[in-house]
C-alpha cells in the first residue's frame, strides 16, 4: 500500500519515503558521474589528440626549416666555391702572364 495514501502517517513509512528519495538521488548522481566521467575521458582524449597533432604540425615545420637551411647552406657552398675558382683562375692567369714575361714555359 502506498504511504501517502494512509491517513495516518507512521515513522517508518517517513523511512521508506526518505530511503526511496534517496535511492533516486543516488542513482541520478551516479548517472551524472558516469556521464561526467565519459565526457572528461573523451576531453582528456581529444586533448592528447591534439598536443599529439601540435608536434606533428611542429615537426613537419622543423623539415621544412631543415630542407630550407640546407638549400641556403648548398647555395652559400656554391658562392664560396665560386669565388675560390675565380681567385685561383686569376692567380693561374698571373702566373702564366709572369711566366710569359719571363720567359719561363
Given amino acids: 500500500?502506498?504511504?501517502?495514501?494512509?491517513?495516518?502517517i507512521t515513522i517508518d513509512d517517513l523511512a521508506t519515503l526518505m530511503k526511496?528519495?534517496?535511492?533516486?538521488?543516488d542513482k541520478k548522481m551516479d548517472e551524472r558521474f558516469a556521464k561526467a566521467e565519459k565526457d572528461t575521458d573523451r576531453k582528456i582524449d581529444?586533448?592528447?589528440?591534439?598536443?599529439?597533432?601540435?608536434?606533428?604540425?611542429?615537426?613537419?615545420?622543423?623539415?621544412?626549416v631543415k630542407a630550407e637551411l640546407k638549400n641556403d647552406i648548398s647555395r652559400l657552398e656554391n658562392v664560396?666555391?665560386?669565388?675560390?675558382?675565380r681567385r685561383l683562375e686569376r692567380v693561374e692567369d698571373n702566373v702564366r702572364l709572369l711566366k710569359t714575361k719571363a720567359g719561363i714555359k
Fill in 20 to 25: 526511496q528519495g534517496f535511492a533516486r538521488v
Fill in 80 to 85: 664560396v666555391m665560386g669565388n675560390y675558382e
Fill in 46 to 64: 581529444d586533448l592528447a589528440t591534439m598536443v599529439q597533432n601540435g608536434f606533428m604540425s611542429a615537426r613537419e615545420d622543423l623539415l621544412v
Fill in 1 to 8: 500500500m502506498d504511504p501517502m495514501k494512509k491517513e495516518k
